[in-house]
């Protein structure tokens, strides 16, 4: 159980124009989702939290104009990079929770490779 | 704030040497702990995790981790090692307030070798 399934896997995109991620739970609502981001050989950078109905929060230095974020559903958010520039190339990965930390641990997604060229 | 700590972000050991890899935290309330491996080019798959029970934790494919909160550390170790043991490991922390952020390490890259 608890699976995260993030589309697409890898996507190639030009400089300027904009991209959606999908990350959607499987088998499980979340009302909570999580965006990272990790650079190579890096750590997983908390990019945002997003909450099912309303509007997502966005940690310091994130720009939330440029990385949107919508969860209309309780198995669905998506993060659409717009304008999208060659510093935004990363790797692009979401988790959510079936429940609480403490009895579910946290399910992530396979990630997504965004290259901007 | 919370924040964890890896030593060492490369490790290297032999086929069936013993696995430690080591993680020491930072939390102003009893944390939640959790171990995470990492393959390339993939998400996440959780090994393991403390949250506040019994601090001896046992998770998937051999691992365990020990509590200590002397010691503040949650090290990571596995009594026999094997090639398929070689990825990336990353440490991360909660609080238990209910905010679910996780806080990770930056990371441990476990090499075995013949």
């Known amino acids: 159980g608890a699976v995260v399934s993030q589309h697409p896997s890898w996507v190639i995109c030009k400089s300027g124009t904009s991209v959606k991620i999908e990350c959607r739970s499987l088998?499980?609502?979340?009302?909570?989702m999580f965006w990272y981001r990790q650079f190579p050989k890096q750590s997983l950078m908390l990019m945002a939290t997003?909450?099912?109905?309303?509007?997502?929060?966005?940690e310091q230095g994130v720009e939330k104009d440029k990385f949107l974020i919508n969860h209309a559903s309780l198995t669905l958010s998506t993060l659409t990079v717009t304008s999208a520039h060659p510093e935004d190339s990363s790797f692009y990965i979401c988790?959510?929770?079936?429940?609480?930390?403490?009895?579910?641990?946290?399910?992530f997604g396979s990630g997504t490779r965004l290259t901007v060229v | 704030a919370q924040s964890v700590t890896q030593l060492g972000s490369h490790v290297s050991v032999s086929e069936g040497a013993l696995v430690l890899l080591r993680c020491n935290y930072s939390s102003s309330v009893p944390p939640y702990l959790f171990w995470y491996v990492q393959y390339p080019n993939q998400g996440l798959q959780l090994l393991l995790k403390?949250?506040?029970?019994?601090?001896l934790v046992k998770g998937i494919n051999g691992f365990e981790a020990e509590f200590k909160k002397s010691e503040t550390s949650f090290h990571l170790t596995k009594p026999s090692a094997h090639m398929s043991d070689a990825a990336e490991y990353f440490c991360?922390?909660?609080?238990?307030?209910?905010?679910?952020?996780?806080?990770f390490g930056t990371g441990t890259q476990l090499k075995v070798e013949l």
């Open positions: 988790s959510a929770s079936p429940g609480t930390a403490s009895e579910y641990g946290y399910t």
């Open positions: 991360a922390v909660s609080d238990t307030g209910g905010g679910n952020k996780l806080t």
């Open positions: 088998d499980f609502q979340a009302t909570t």
């Open positions: 997003s909450n099912e109905g309303s509007k997502a929060t966005y």
């Open positions: 403390y949250t506040s029970a019994a601090t």
